[in-house]
């Protein structure tokens, strides 16, 4: 092995010095920030601020309100994750099969990505609106009392769909990589073996996916809990009522709409803690599964 | 077991044929070794029998069935591939057990044929073993157990020791002629390796550019080949092949040396091939052709020398005994035994 010796022991660290900078103040600091911010309590002016320890978070967790967003938060992320996932896998297994027109399907499937998740959340605002929406109208001559402003259920349905149709680039480019991946052979062999092409592609395809799967799994989790605020933000703002409203929203609300920059600090840390712990799990249980080729 | 017809099968990717009309008749339990050089279309062929590719035009018989427009699944054989595409994140034992459970066999039976297909490829204490954790002998092994444990009419084999090293290639060589004596299975099997056919098959297919050159068994290919092709292509070292000109029934050699051959044409120019061991060293007065030797070869039993007719550059090969003290620089007079001299044809390449 031929190992590069440098001179003095201050170069290497000058040399990582950009990246341990950009860690540091656009990760540890703002973090640290958010740790101290939520053990301090400010007045309703902003004048001073005094130490309560661990108060705020004691009554964030015993709000009815931020338990409410939890589950909100539960149910929003498995539905996107698993739509977003399932419909991708669903269409990169088509796009395998095309024969000509393969690269413009691709593009053409990768664009949403291109879009922030603003414009994405008015995009599908303007379709469903049940005032102005182009789609609004057909819903209801189909006899759907569309009103996703006054329902929860066709609201969560709408950020849901926004969010997913938002992720599916992302994941579809994952799939098509990793679909590319497996040897032809193996599915050929199979489909001597005596395998069905939908026997085949649960008992080999798959399994043999499971690498790109399990990672797209922990992008997605990470997706449907922070960066689908821009989405809900466009379309409900977290209504009606606040069947909506995610926890990243709530803390978005609590500290700079309703300025209680304390509960709102000790509710960004326990999302913290959530993800750390979810991804962390994620990790230990569902990758020891996974069979990477 | 069944019996195999391809009639006048061609195969053309995006208007380019790529096979022109194969046809033959395989009989039941024959071992068939399609043979060729890289890109003559010899998987292709294969491909074409197994499903894998879709037929232009002519058709496949398995066991008296038109199989041209069923799936793989429906035509009853088995195949080895190249890379052997064993499933990565199944055990040997559940590679071999895969087909077997999709045809909804009872368990015990399964276990019963994996069981015996791991004591004939010697593969018991690797069963629970992924693919990735075996030497590519036994990966080869594994791809061979799981396409007999299926017992199917015929068995498909596509270069299946091409990524072997030589020793093993042999050994492996071997337990594949035992294993077709002991089955009996009709086999396809697909190798650039002139050896392995030889070795193996019960017939050959001599394959050019996609186009059966000759169908026989393995000593009729080597005794008669029905073209220069074939000639060039079997036989190690290669057949001494070069141009003669006939006039009044005599042959005029490169270096303007007269032969007599039976059978040439009256006149016109023929191609004639020569096997090294067909040569024999003869005194200077006989009917001969003399050779200035540039290299010889001890192998031990034998030598190879090699050299070129006196008055051209026509390199020849001949075989020596290996107690042959000829050297680098020595003129010799070599004869061709009669009767094993080929002639074929300039223009169309065929045998005369
Ligand atoms: N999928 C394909 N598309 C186009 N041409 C192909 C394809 N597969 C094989 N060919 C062509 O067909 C010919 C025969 O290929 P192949 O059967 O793989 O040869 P072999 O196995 O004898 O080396 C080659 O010239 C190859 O380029
Ligand atoms: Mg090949």
């Known amino acids: 092995m031929n190992r590069t010796v440098f001179p003095h022991k201050l170069l290497p660290w000058l040399l990582v010095t950009p990246q341990l900078a950009i860690t540091v103040i656009f ?8 740790f ?8 309703a002016f902003g004048l001073s601020t005094s130490f309560v320890g661990f108060s705020n978070f004691r009554r964030v967790l015993s709000d009815p309100n931020y338990l409410n967003a939890l589950q909100v938060t539960v149910i929003f992320s498995i539905l996107v994750a698993f739509c977003a996932m399932s419909i991708a896998l669903f269409l990169a297994v088509q796009a395998e099969k095309i024969v000509r027109g393969k690269g413009f399907y691709r593009t053409m499937m990768i664009w949403p990505y291109a879009v922030a998740p603003a414009i994405a959340g008015m995009l599908w605002l303007f379709m469903f609106n049940p005032s102005f929406g182009t789609l609004a109208w057909p819903l209801r001559q189909l006899g759907i009392a ?16 926004a969010s997913t149709w938002k992720q599916i680039s992302y994941n579809f480019l994952f799939f098509v990589a990793g679909l590319q991946a497996i040897p032809r052979s193996l599915q050929e062999a199979a489909a001597v073996d005596g395998a069905s092409r939908r026997h085949a592609f649960w008992t080999i395809v798959f399994p043999l996916l499971a690498p790109t799967t399990f990672f797209l799994l922990v992008v997605n989790t990470v997706y449907a809990l922070f960066d689908t605020f821009g989405i809900i933000h466009a379309v409900t703002g977290g209504g009606p009522g606040k069947s909506t409203e995610t926890l990243v929203y709530k803390v978005y609300n609590d500290g700079f709409v309703n300025l209680i920059m304390g509960d709102s600090a000790a509710q960004s840390v326990i999302l913290m803690v959530i993800v750390i712990g979810l991804t962390a799990f994620q990790f230990r249980f569902i990758e020891r599964r996974v069979h990477y080729g | 077991m069944a019996h195999i017809l391809l009639k006048e099968l061609r195969k053309s990717y995006a208007g380019q044929e790529v096979i022109h009309g194969v046809s033959m008749d395989i009989a039941d339990g024959e071992f068939v070794v399609i043979v060729g050089p890289s890109g003559c279309g010899k998987s292709t062929l294969l491909r074409m029998v197994a499903g894998l590719e879709g037929i232009t035009a002519g058709t496949i018989e398995i066991g008296g069935r038109v199989v041209n427009d069923l799936e793989p699944r429906d035509r009853d054989i088995a195949m080895v591939f190249q890379n052997y595409a064993l499933y990565p994140h199944m055990s040997v034992r559940e590679n071999m057990a895969y087909g077997l ?3 909804k066999m009872p368990k015990p039976e399964i276990e019963q044929r994996v069981a015996r297909a791991a004591t004939m490829l010697e593969l018991e204490p690797y069963l629970d073993r992924k693919p990735r954790a075996l030497s590519g002998g036994q990966r080869q092994r594994v791809a061979m157990g799981r396409a007999l444990v299926r017992e199917p009419s015929a068995l498909l084999l596509d270069e299946p020791l091409s990524n072997l090293d030589a020793k093993l290639r042999v050994q492996m060589r071997l337990q594949i002629k035992d294993m077709h004596l002991r089955t009996g299975q009709t086999t396809l099997y697909v190798t650039h390796d002139q050896v392995e056919a030889m070795t193996l098959a019960d017939r050959l297919i001599v394959m050019n550019k996609g186009i059966a050159e000759q169908i026989a068994t393995p000593s009729e290919v080597y005794r008669t080949p029905a073209s220069e092709f074939v000639a060039g292509f079997i036989g190690s070292p290669a057949m001494n092949i070069f141009t003669i000109r006939a006039e009044a029934g005599t042959a005029i050699l490169p270096g303007g040396h007269r032969l007599a051959i039976a059978g040439i044409p009256a006149s016109g120019e023929v191609r004639l091939g020569l096997r090294p061991e067909d040569l024999e060293v003869t005194d200077a007065d006989t009917a001969s052709i003399p050779i200035d030797l540039r290299s010889v070869e001890h192998l031990g039993a034998d030598a190879f020398g090699y050299g070129v007719i006196v008055g051209s550059d026509i390199l020849l090969t001949l075989r020596l005994p290996g107690t042959s003290t000829a050297q680098r620089g020595d003129r010799l007079n070599v004869a061709p035994f009669p009767g094993r001299l080929h002639l074929f044809s300039i223009e169309t390449g065929k045998r005369i």
């Open chain 2, 101 to 103: 459970k999709i045809s």
């Open chain 1, 146 to 161: 569309w009103n996703p402003l006054l329902d929860g259920e066709q609201a969560m349905g709408l950020v849901v769909a």
């Open chain 1, 36 to 43: 101290r911010q939520s053990m301090l309590r400010e007045d």
């Open chain 1, 27 to 34: 990760f540890y600091w703002p973090a640290a920030q958010a």
